[in-house]
């Protein structure tokens, strides 16, 4: 959910802070708050019969975190290669005490969102346009504002039966 930063000034002045990073050419934006760490380059683990997104899971001082591949998730091209060890950069969410890695093209900046210049998001019937909360209009590009929890709800989900049998 799209939320003023803390601190930010109430009425027009209200912001959203926001880490913007690239994805197949493609700007997205989640809510810094939720950002975890930010890691380059790392080996990961494939995981047979997992959901198509998850590239494998990485060992994270010693928690084992799922790698949700940003391309596949979004229903944008898969990277030409997908050895274990990608480049790209892994952005770890939390999201309801669970960390997930997001892995991403290139990471920009953290942003600064005024609230009044998002807008809406179009409601297309697009493989992960259920997570694109609203976009903004940014100097660079449109910049498409991501739900976490919408995100990984698809991969928690899976988890979750997988768990339960």
Request: glycine residues 8%; hydrophobic residues 50%.
């Amino acid at each position: 959910m799209i939320a003023p930063a803390t601190g930010a000034v109430g009425g027009d002045g209200a912001t959203l802070r926001a880490c913007a990073f690239q994805v197949s050419g493609r700007w997205f934006a989640i809510d810094a708050a939720r950002i975890h760490e930010v890691l380059r380059s790392q080996k990961t683990t494939p995981v047979p019969l997992a959901h198509p997104a998850v590239r494998g899971l990485l060992n994270l001082r010693g928690r084992i975190v799922p790698v949700i591949d940003m391309r596949i998730r979004l229903g944008l091209a898969p990277a030409e290669a997908a050895p274990d060890d990608a480049p790209g950069t892994f952005v770890v969410v939390e999201v309801d005490d669970e960390a997930f890695s997001l892995l991403v093209d290139r990471l920009a900046d953290v942003v600064e969102i005024p609230l009044a210049a998002i807008e809406p998001a179009t409601t297309a019937d697009r493989p992960g346009q259920d997570a694109i909360e609203g976009v903004w209009p940014a100097r660079f590009g449109l910049v498409h504002l991501l739900d976490t929890a919408r995100l990984v709800a698809a991969i928690a989900a899976t988890a979750a039966e997988r768990k339960g049998r």
